[in-house]
């Protein structure tokens, strides 16, 4: 299922290390979409820039957060500028799909990094009704998620690099099949074990998720560190590079705890201990 279903939410639980992430992942999105708005487009750089000010301040905010009930205050404070800014992702898209604005977002990086909006808020509200009765539905949708990511991410790439750099080209479009393919297979396991428990299939499964990852996360991490040093020619800025890397590391980590999770698992009901 996807993101956007309502009973959908995030397989891992929230932490501070985790809403750190996603504050500076948010920041970087309004930077991201700053640079591609046209410059005609005040309106819209102006929010954008406000957007990321906001980011900023919540990231600075979240070092001083001491205790539980702070930190509950710090999540509520969060989920409104989470929810506003998926509201203009959306927004920003609709204008792009309608062709009333320019510039050089391409819609699908938009609807993207709403999803990833979309994502961190279910996060956020999973504070609010931690237990999981169906992990496995959780664990799935987390999969087709994330793969469906490292694929959009992989043809962001292709999209970004200089046409000349075709071994680049070749091995980021092999990425984006190897994922994309990945995508299908979670999507069957999704509605085969809806509301079951997990089974060997999905135990083999998650292991060739995490090497197909591992693999991605290196090519990520060598296309950061070349376009870095200025030795790989492309659009694609150094922040943005790294910023893809992250998520991929990000993705490593869900699936290393899911990994450690299943064998207990069975039919039983899993707790978040926040
Ligand atoms: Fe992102
Ligand atoms: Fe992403």
Excluded at 169 to 182: G, P, Y
């Amino acid at each position: 299922m996807d993101i956007f279903c309502r009973e959908v939410k995030p397989y891992e639980c929230l932490n501070m290390k985790r809403v750190q992430f996603w504050l500076r992942i948010m920041k970087e999105h309004a930077l991201f979409m700053k640079l591609g708005f046209a410059c005609s487009d005040k309106e819209l750089i102006c929010q954008a820039e406000e957007f990321y000010k906001t980011f900023e301040k919540l990231e600075k905010h979240s070092r001083n957060i001491e205790c539980d009930e702070e930190f509950m205050t710090f999540v509520s404070k969060i989920l409104v500028t989470v929810k506003n800014i998926f509201a203009f992702k959306r927004h920003v898209l609709h204008l792009l799909i309608e062709c009333q604005i320019g510039g050089y977002n391409y819609p699908l990086l938009i609807d993207h990094i709403s999803r990833e909006a979309m994502y961190f808020l279910k996060l956020l509200q999973k504070i609010q009704d931690g237990e999981m009765k169906h992990p496995v539905d959780s664990i799935v949708s987390d999969n087709v998620f994330w793969l469906r990511h490292m694929a959009d991410h992989a043809r962001f790439i292709v999209g970004l690099l200089d046409p000349s750099e075709r071994g680049f080209v070749e091995k980021a479009n092999a990425f984006a099949v190897q994922f994309e393919q990945l995508q299908l297979q979670a999507r069957d396991l999704d509605s085969m074990l809806w509301h079951f428990c997990p089974n060997n299939n999905l135990i083999r499964f998650e292991e060739d998720v995490k090497q197909a990852t591992i693999q991605i996360r290196d090519f990520k991490k060598t296309a950061r560190d070349l376009i870095s040093s200025c030795q790989v020619i492309s659009l694609i800025p150094p922040l943005l590079a790294d910023h893809v890397l992250r998520e991929a590391e990000y993705f490593l980590e869900v699936l290393e705890q899911i990994q450690r999770d299943i064998p207990n698992m069975g039919g039983k009901i899993l707790t978040c201990d926040y």
